[in-house]
């Protein structure tokens, strides 16, 4: 058990670049999950992916965003035009077959 | 709309002490209480969970207690240590949605 891994783990962009993000879940665990984390707040819900099946995105995943986890394995997010709004720490976390969700180390984007 | 609400940004408590987390929620359908502690630059751990079910759960130096009928849980670590400085999220999901719902987190100092 290695634990999920995200690269990268920083990356700064200029606004209207697009971005993408991997994240390596612990293997075995068929949900993965995307959040987000601004300043101040706590981790938001993206999106969730039950093996290969994006089974849930929230309304803060606007059309700019896509996430997809083609063989049930890794996923990516990827983040097309980027803006300022979107500067967080973005978050990926594993689960197998129960609540308690694993997260990674977060890629901290920046977008300038 | 925060349906899950730490009060409190901030708690300071000398080591050996006891350090006392709350959290409020206000969805009655929520069945399943986390807590996550996040040290700066990593992303959240798992520490202890609750069913709501239950009214306690504990985990060595770590207890949860949940009132369901006031919607509040606490965490509750004794003896404080001062590696448990870091900055404690409480988090609530409900059946058959799979996502969590973070509060905002509260922010722990246990001072020598």
């Known amino acids: 058990d290695t634990g999920v891994s995200q690269n990268p783990r920083h990356k700064i962009t200029k606004r209207g670049q697009n971005v993408t993000f991997r994240c390596d879940p612990i293997?075995?665990?068929?949900?993965l999950y995307w959040y987000r984390q601004t300043l101040g707040q706590g981790p938001e819900f993206l999106t969730y992916f039950q093996n290969e099946a994006q089974l849930e995105k929230s309304r803060l995943l606007s059309d700019r965003f896509s996430a997809e986890r083609p063989k049930g394995s890794f996923s990516t997010l990827e983040i097309q035009r980027t803006e300022q709004g979107d500067s967080a720490m973005y978050l990926c976390a594993s689960v197998r077959d129960s609540y308690e969700q694993y997260f990674g180390p977060g890629t901290r984007l920046t977008v300038t | 709309d925060q349906q899950v609400k730490q009060n409190s940004p901030s708690l300071s408590v000398q080591e050996g002490r006891i350090s006392i987390l709350n959290c409020d929620y206000t969805?009655?359908?929520?069945?399943?209480f986390l807590w996550y502690k996040k040290y700066p630059a990593e992303g959240p751990t798992f520490l202890i969970s609750?069913?709501?079910?239950?009214d306690k759960n504990e985990d060595g130096r770590f207890t949860v207690f949940l009132n369901k009928s006031a919607k509040h849980l606490s965490l509750h670590i004794v003896p404080s240590q001062p590696g448990d400085s870091a900055v404690y999220f409480c988090a609530a999901s409900q059946y058959n949605t799979d996502k969590l719902i973070f509060g905002t987190g509260t922010r722990l100092q246990v001072f020598p």
């Open positions: 969805n009655s359908m929520f069945d399943y």
């Open positions: 609750i069913s709501s079910i239950k």
């Open positions: 293997s075995e665990h068929n949900r």
